[in-house]
């Protein structure tokens, strides 16, 4: 069975303060790599899709990175406003457009 | 553009009654997914619909249909509610087969079960 597994749970930064998130995955094969951000009582909002290993994707002050194994959602000098739920999603062949998603990383910026 | 919309927003029913939940997709996209969203959890696949044909099923028990209608709008019935029942209900719709593209998820219907 597909899974799918994002850690941290959660993590707190300081304004400023470089970190990166983790998504692992153990898939039949891979047909792409989503990532997502999700604001409290607010649906997902698409970010990136990568489809194969060693891609990078880059948005602001987030870079989407992508191995054989995992993929890292990196956040450069984070500001408040990136205070959000960061959910990864994968999609399998033959599966259709269905998702598989992780738990999430709840990550807070602070001043 | 009009995004991806959900109707009602919020939904209080009680144990046993039905409730249909509503999504009208982006103009264009002729593909709809449903997601069922626990607090503190991942978005759960519960159907795919496209050209109103049923394209793919989650792991969830008979008491969940949907349908997708001639302008591609989809309705989800959840029949017979369970406590559990209770979560945010999400709408995904894509243009089928567009490599890249991401799949644009509406606000959501939150339903409460009591």
């Known amino acids: 069975e597909d899974q799918v597994t994002q850690s941290p749970e959660a993590l707190r930064l300081q304004e400023g303060e470089s970190s990166s998130l983790n998504c692992s995955y153990t898939v039949s094969g891979l047909r792409g790599l989503f990532w997502y951000r999700q604001d409290p009582g607010k649906g997902p909002e698409f970010l990136f899709t990568?489809?194969?290993a060693g891609e990078e994707k880059e948005k602001e002050r987030l870079k989407a990175t992508l191995t054989k194994k995992e993929s890292f959602l990196h956040i450069t000098a984070p500001k408040p406003e990136d205070s959000a739920t960061y959910l990864c999603?994968?999609?399998?062949?033959?599966?259709?457009?269905?998702?598989?998603f992780g738990t999430g990383t709840q990550l807070k910026v602070e001043l | 553009d009009a995004g991806v919309t959900q109707s009602p927003t919020h939904l209080i029913k009680t144990r046993g009654q039905h409730v249909t939940l509503r999504c009208s997709p982006i103009?264009?996209?002729?593909?709809v997914s449903w997601y069922q969203q626990v607090l503190g959890q991942g978005p759960q696949f519960i159907f795919q619909y496209y050209e109103k044909e049923e394209r793919g099923r989650g792991n969830f028990p008979d008491r969940f249909s949907a349908r997708q209608f001639p302008n591609y709008s989809s309705e989800l019935n959840v029949n017979a509610l369970l406590l559990g029942d209770s979560a945010l209900y999400l709408c995904?719709?894509?243009?089928?087969?567009?490599?890249?593209?991401?799949?644009?998820f509406g606000s959501g219907t939150r339903l409460t079960v009591v």
């Open positions: 103009s264009g996209h002729k593909s």
């Open positions: 990568l489809y194969s």
């Open positions: 995904a719709s894509s243009l089928e087969g567009v490599q890249g593209y991401g799949y644009t």
């Open positions: 999603a994968v999609q399998v062949p033959g599966g259709g457009n269905k998702l598989t």
